[in-house]
């Protein structure tokens, strides 16, 4: 069964500086990888998310993400962060096949300060 | 285009008593899924459905939880009797086909909390 761990329960940047939040996954075969986003009182929000093809995957809001099979790894990054980034971060992993289970990892609450 | 949409958005409860969640996913999605969310947790996946059929209820407790999607649009949840650890915000989310390549689109949430 496919499972994510996001190592960071909390990550803390200041404005302007990069940011990156980390996500290892395990899944047989070939993953699809996404991120997520929650803000407060709100459902999750989708990021991005990686099929196949460059391992360089651009979403929404500046946010990026880079697939590394090797260290099985999909990090959320963005190269200046903004205090409204502020929030929940989600990675998820399905293996593929139709209909299979979406696993999400912890979640990784990220915050800005000015 | 219109979103999921849940309600209601709080509910609070006393344990052993019953609850029941509503979603009515985006229009021409087949695929709709409930999901737990415990604080401090990533959303756990109860029960998906695909038009009207089950495909995956495997982590629903069904002794307590139970949920519907009868004409192949929207869905109820429903948990009786309510315990404790059921405190937790449910998610339901849609996606199109249900293609595991598909990103899901989620509802503002039901928060439940059990006394």
């Known amino acids: 069964a496919q499972s994510v761990a996001q190592p960071e329960d909390q990550v803390n940047v200041a404005e302007g500086n990069p940011l990156t939040v980390k996500c290892t996954y395990s899944?047989?075969?070939?993953?699809?990888l996404f991120w997520y986003v929650q803000y407060p009182n709100r459902g999750l929000q989708f990021l991005l998310k990686?099929?196949?093809?460059?391992?360089l995957v651009k979403g929404s809001y500046g946010f990026e993400a880079e697939f590394n099979k090797s260290q099985t790894s999909f990090h959320l990054k963005k190269p200046s962060a903004l205090v409204s980034d502020s929030a929940l971060y989600f990675c998820?992993?399905?293996?593929?096949?139709?209909?299979?289970?979406?696993?999400f990892g912890a979640g990784t609450r990220l915050t800005v300060k000015p | 285009e219109a979103g999921v949409a849940q309600s209601p958005r709080y509910k609070i409860i006393e344990k052993r008593q019953s609850v029941a969640f509503w979603c009515n996913p985006i229009?021409?999605?087949?695929?709709l899924y409930w999901y737990q969310q415990i604080l401090g947790q990533g959303p756990k996946l109860l029960i998906q459905?695909?038009?009207?059929?089950?495909?995956?209820d495997s982590q629903l407790p069904k002794d307590r939880f139970s949920a519907e999607r009868l004409k192949g649009v929207d869905s109820t949840l429903k948990i009786q009797p309510a315990k404790l650890e059921d405190s937790a915000v449910y998610l339901c989310?849609?996606?199109?086909?249900?293609?595991?390549?598909?990103?899901?689109?989620f509802g503002s949430g039901t928060q439940l909390s059990v006394l």
């Open positions: 459905f695909q038009n009207n059929g089950v495909v995956d």
């Open positions: 990686y099929i196949t093809g460059d391992n």
């Open positions: 989310a849609s996606s199109f086909q249900g293609a595991s390549n598909e990103k899901l689109f």
């Open positions: 998820a992993v399905r293996a593929l096949g139709n209909n299979n289970d979406m696993r």
């Open positions: 229009s021409g999605h087949a695929t």
């Open positions: 899944v047989s075969g070939n993953p699809y």
